[in-house]
T-cell receptor
Framework: AQTVTQSQPEMSVQEAETVTLSCTYD???????LFWYKQPPSRQMILVIR??????QNATENRFSVNFQKAAKSFSLKISDSQLGDAAMYFC????????????FGKGTSLLVTP | DGGITQSPKYLFRKEGQNVTLSCEQN?????MYWYRQDPGQGLRLIYY???????QKGDIAEGYSVSREKKESFPLTVTSAQKNPTAFYLC????????????FGSGTQLSVL
């Protein structure tokens, strides 16, 4: 079975500090893509960042960056200079040709940002 | 504006009743997906469709049915066979390639009366 594991159900960070959310995945496919999605209380799914597995360079999007360790099948998300608006559920996911390129999600990490 | 629309926002189901959740997109996307989200859980795939008149079961298809008669529309029916239907349902669409962004609707919260 293909799975995504987010080992931290909840995380807390102070405003302006840095936090890292963990994710490991398990797929037998060689071609896949990795994503982090944010779900605020509105429950709208928002794409944060994505990474092609064939690229060695880690993706960055402003304050968001990833640490992609392909051999370890690890894909952590680092949020720098945390803001109150970053408080949300964060889901790690990957896509392969299986299931019509549907996203396979982890169970999520709830991020609390304190002033 | 282009986007993906789900309706209704809230839906209540009586025992033994079938209910249908609507999902419409005007993004000209080929692929569409239905996910179920339970509290404290990630999103789980119910059904997906890569092309009109074709759809496939996802991980938790039992008790659900879909149709894809038009490119723009991918309705989900929660049948009476689904014994635990209370959940948040999300529809998504994409152009279908592996690196294409999935666009999500705003979801439908289904509850049992």
């Amino acid at each position: 079975a293909q799975t995504v594991t987010q080992s931290q159900p909840e995380m807390s960070v102070q405003e302006a500090e840095t936090v890292t959310l963990s994710c490991t995945y398990d797929t037998s496919e060689s071609d896949y893509y990795l994503f982090w999605y944010k779900q605020p209380p509105s429950r709208q799914m928002i794409l944060v960042i994505r990474q092609e597995a064939y690229k060695q360079q880690n993706a960055t999007e402003n304050r968001f960056s990833v640490n992609f360790q392909k051999a370890a099948k690890s894909f952590s998300l680092k949020i720098s200079d945390s803001q109150l608006g970053d408080a949300a559920m964060y889901f790690c996911a990957y896509r392969t040709a299986n299931s019509g390129y549907a996203l396979n999600f982890g169970k999520g990490t709830s991020l609390l940002v304190t002033p | 504006d282009g986007g993906i629309t789900q309706s209704p926002k809230y839906l209540f189901r009586k025992e033994g009743q079938n209910v249908t959740l609507s999902c419409e997109q005007n993004l000209n996307h080929d692929a569409m997906y239905w996910y179920r989200q339970d509290p404290g859980q990630g999103l789980r795939l119910i059904y997906y469709s890569q092309i009109v008149n074709d759809f496939q079961k996802g991980d938790i298809a039992e008790g659900y049915s879909v149709s894809r008669e038009k490119k723009e529309s991918f309705p989900l029916t929660v049948t009476s066979a689904q014994k635990n239907p209370t959940a948040f349902y999300l529809c998504a669409s994409s152009l279908g390639g592996p690196n294409e962004k999935l666009f999500f609707g705003s979801g439908t919260q289904l509850s049992v009366l």
